[in-house]
């Protein structure tokens, strides 16, 4: 296996964790602010998938499809965060499952209503597409190298505005003491809301950025919705750190083990049953990692609580 | 009577009266439908053991329900092709035969169940509900890329398997099959929870820590919980299975377990007929809403919405008032 092979899979890997950040970060802020499970966050990221490639379509321009994308998952967080969420905090996680899984029904039917059961495509935009040449030789598209300098840069926004603006410090104090801070003159529920739509904003996003290189269609939140659980199970459910370290852990597993499994086994096995058995095995292989992580550490790996 | 044994003894005289009415009006096509009710209520009663009874909130029983019905489809397709599952260390030989493909069921889903929960009884709240959901997608992530046994296309079976004694091809007879295995379910559920391991049981689900100081071990109770509801669910995929002649990784994937959560759900969670009311109105509601629109499941959403957060107690729970659960 050539060294070339292995650096542009490490970049892989590395765009996959960072897009699966931008899908964990709204979920795990929305767990650790109101203690909300959301199984729809991955509608919001097909929202977000949708109202991009229509834009893009009609005006001919990504970057206005990034900007519908933003507005349109965002509104969409807000007006249901106002019209059901607002109602489960109280609730057990049971409830939350149901009433989320009962929204994405909503949302994946109502798509399909709109725009049809075909795929929609969202082409890189000229700027950007095309290989590009990384020290050492690497030749690698450059939309994909573009996607994880972006979403480093969102990640680093992220934690500045969680760690030095006032809406940040109004978030943590809301993790730790919701009565203090409306005591303290705080609107909750519009903090609520605004957190909701922020992590929407992020999950519609990273659809929009994926769908360029994928196909825009109903039921591709899904998919990502479980890896983003498995990424901040594994991180800790309500650290942001443990989201990022989380992703860039599931993102490069699952790349690298899908390259040096069917490697592994190809070295004691006839080749077809090694390939296959490889293949088995490296799809299941993020899910056997959350497992023994959860062995050793129930809470995650920067989890504060069980 | 409370009238919560009204409803179900009304749901009972429904699940004999309505297939034998379509028997004698000639409607083979509402008997599959009663089947299938029978067959989702079945997949619900495993789930509730969890569910009800434990407070364990699975996201991820489509791995018993799938585990269920690849038992069949491996344990067939080996029968037709007249070719051994293995010869080594014994020779293991396909089957058509139902009591042992549910026995094999039975083994599987429970020795998964068994691990399963072996390992994810170590967390939980919402760490739980996604280790089960995680486990869920392992199954599914597998069977897919497992060519041996149709991998994404799934496992067609040509002829439904055979009981001693009875056609099943004949649907009303296939029917009173699977209303069989529900009931005796219905009846091990009922027996489970008045029994002192379910009266413990509910005990843990809740005052985690009194159960603890009287000297019973919540995790054990847990994990006996989670193996026979995960069994119940799997003998459930297995007649699923024989129902469709078919199984596909479908069968594992989370909305399914999410479609025999809502089914629970929608029914009445801790209830006894919760899970037989919730996959009669379940199957209703996809037949009834699916010939008006294809978009039925926009409905569906907001109806299971509106249960969620006007009406907890489900359907029984409406018809019943806020009687005892599980009795």
Known sequence: MSSLLLAEQVLNGLQLGIMLFLMAAGLTLVFGVMGLINLAHGSLYMIGAFAAAATAA??????????????????????????VIRRLYARDHLDQVLATFALILIFSEGTRWVFGSFPLYLSIPPVLSGPVTLPFGIEYPLYRLALIVAGLAIAGGLFLLVGRT?????????????????????????LYTIVFALGAALAGLAGALVGAIQSVQVGMGEPVLILAFVTIVIGGIGSIKGALVGALLVGLTDTLGGLFLPAAFALFMEPSAAASTGAALSSMLIYILMAVILILRPSGLYGARA | MTRERILNAALLAALVAVPLWAWVADEPF???????????????????????????????????????????????SHAQSYTPLTDWPVLIEGTK????????????????????????????????IMITLAFGQMFFYFAISWPAYGGEDGLPIYVRNGFPGLNTLDPIQFYGLALAVLLAALAF???LARS?????????????????????????????????????????GALYADLNRFVSPAMFSWQ????????????????????????????????????????????????????????????????????????
């Open chain 1, 166 to 190: 006032r809406l940040g410090i109004r978030i943590r104090a809301g993790e730790s003491d919701r009565e203090m801070i409306a005591a303290l003159g705080v609107d909750i529920s519009r």
């Open chain 1, 58 to 83: 009609a005006t001919g321009s990504f970057f206005l499809g990034l900007i519908a994308a933003l507005a349109a998952s965002a509104a969409a967080g807000a007006l249901v965060e106002v019209t």
């Open chain 2, 97 to 128: 035969s139902m009591p042992i493909i549910w026995a094999t069921a039975l083994a599987a889903s429970g020795l998964a169940a068994l691990a399963i929960g072996a390992l994810s009884l170590r967390t939980s709240g919402v760490y739980f």
């Open chain 2, 256 to 327: 399914t377990s999410g479609e025999i959560m809502i089914l629970v759900i929608l029914g009445g969670t801790a209830r006894l007929f919760g899970p037989v009311a919730g996959a009669a109105l379940f199957i209703l509601l996809e037949e009834l809403l699916g010939g008006v629109s294809d978009y039925w499941q926009i409905a569906l959403g907001l109806i299971l919405l509106v249960t969620v957060l006007f009406a907890p107690g489900g359907l029984v729970g409406i018809a019943a008032g806020k009687a005892r659960p599980h009795v």
């Open chain 2, 30 to 76: 509402i008997i599959t439908l009663c089947t299938k009710v029978a067959i989702l209520a079945l997949a619900g009663v495993g789930l509730n053991i969890a569910l009800g009874l434990g407070g364990l909130v699975s996201l991820g029983h489509a791995a018993f329900f799938g585990l269920g019905g690849y038992a069949m489809g491996i344990l067939a």
């Open chain 2, 196 to 236: 002192p391991f379910g009266l413990s049981l509910n005990a843990a689900r809740q005052a985690h820590a009194r159960v603890e100081a009287v000297g019973l071990s919540p995790y054990r109770l847990r994990l006996l919980a989670f193996t026979l509801s995960g069994m119940i669910t799997g003998l459930a």
């Open chain 2, 189 to 191: 559920a009922a027996m």
